[in-house]
């Protein structure tokens, strides 16, 4: 057992790897002798996908903590806005416009506290990190995704990104010389 | 005991609401079979999914010194060009000026490399030269509106030979200035791991954006309002466009996004003259053609304060700022537009372009 796990989902990840890594081995040969070919990679592929799925796990908590904190955020600022609004409607009269002078009163409470909430630095802090952990958790998905495509033949958003990146640059390169050839034509 | 009655208006005005939002499809075409083009035009160059737009004119008599339109990044050219009645481009067209709008296309996955290099020193330079050679003039002055504003900028400062006059309307130019709430959000996300993880920003990060500016006025009011107006025909067809051309946005490529939200945001490098764009370093003093800056005091999406440090970083001894009661929009695609905006900057183009 490993002996610097810090946490139960370090070793919670510890285990479920160390039976996948083992079982793997153990049931290398038998695999090798009855599946031929290709059919050996599955077993590969499904230890690939179980890792990323139990590294996902840590961003899957990071995330649902920010989005949490973002809803009570969005929460507080609606409870303190209709707080204000609520101390502001014995001053509005009780005529016939009452209900437009209540609608004004509540919009302009309610613009200028979830303003304020959104100019805000925790508001921005926490926003940045629920997004970078939602990032991660499409990473962790992107990564099982390849995994599938490997399986399958078919290029990698890695793979498929290279080709882009080399038809950007040719692209460039022929629209600079295109403007040379231009500029001596018209030499 | 005591009673409560309920106003007989309030009613009355319930019911009338009511009534209309039952009957607003009877009235109201969907927004998708609504054409935002508006004045006629013909595709002059075209360059990948760039397209540079030439409208046709309205008057006999023309300015000499045709204008390019470098339109933002974020949404799309439709509203300039929004309806007959608040169209930029036609106003500018009866005021005898030659006008010629850059459409930056949809983005796709392919393009996510592109970047600002790509933007000024290929797809605008090559329009701008398009231009100069179609109307035999050696300059022409260039108009660029928010983001779009940023890339006339740039531009101007690095190729100033092509340009005889800037209009910047509503540029973002000095990140840190920005008072914004989308400027505090892009503050605070890590773009390096947005641009990695998924290329291309997509329209939904746009559309978050512009939901939280005014999201209960813009949310909820504007809505009532199209109701209560339901029978208003150019009120509920400028409502319509209007929406229309807000929920079209497209991509932005990554890179771009990339050196955007970094350099001009994050490290607001482009007022500190330390920007690289294709290797070389923009200098503002560099900018030293006539420039006139347009801002709207009411600008919710490109703060006064972000615009104006412009007009004291460019070499330009021609500089005029002008400054409107008015919003983002507003001042390009309104009655107020119509009547004082465009008027003011087609006498400025005028003087400056014999």
Known sequence: ?187 | MQHEFIDPKLVEEFLSFTKNVTEAPKFVPAPDEITLESTPFDVAYEEDKVRLLHFRPLVEKQVKVPLVISYAVINRYHILDIQSKKSWVRKLLEEGINVYMIDWGTPTNMDKYLDFDDYVNSYLDSCVDFVRKESDVDSISLQGYCTGGTLATIYASLHPHKVRNLVATAPVIDGWKDTTVVSNVTKHIDVDKIVDTIGNMPPEFMYYCFSILKPFEQGLEKYYKFFKNINDKDFVDNFLRVEKWLNDTPPIPGELFRQWIKDVYQENLLIQNKMFVGGKQIDLKKITMPLLIQIAVGDHLVSPECSMPLYYAVGSQDKTVRIYPTGHVGMIASAFSQKKVVPEMCEWLKERSK
Request: cysteine-free; charged content about 30%.
């Open chain 1, 1 to 187: 057992m490993s002996q610097d796990a810090k946490s139960p989902l370090e070793y919670y990840k510890h285990v479920s790897l160390f039976w996948t890594d083992l079982l793997h081995l153990m049931s290398g040969k038998p695999i090798a002798l009855s599946a031929v070919g290709p059919m050996r990679n599955y077993a590969n592929d499904l230890k690939k996908v179980v890792t990323e799925t139990i590294d996902s796990y840590e961003h899957m908590v990071e995330f649902n903590q920010r989005l949490a904190e973002y809803y009570k955020q969005l929460s507080e600022a609606w409870t303190d806005a209709q707080k204000k609004v609520d101390s502001k409607v014995p001053s509005i009269p009780q005529d016939a416009e009452h209900l437009e002078a209540y609608k004004r009163v509540w919009i302009d409470i309610f613009e200028n506290d979830f303003t304020g909430l959104f100019d805000s630095e925790k508001f921005g802090q926490n926003y940045g990190k629920m997004v970078s952990a939602e990032l991660e958790l499409t990473k962790h998905w992107e990564n099982i995704l390849n995994v599938i495509l490997q399986s399958m033949k078919l290029p990698t958003r890695k793979e498929i990104d290279e080709v882009y990146k080399e038809m950007h640059e040719l692209r460039k390169r022929v629209s600079k010389l295109e403007k040379k050839e231009n500029v001596k034509n018209a030499a």
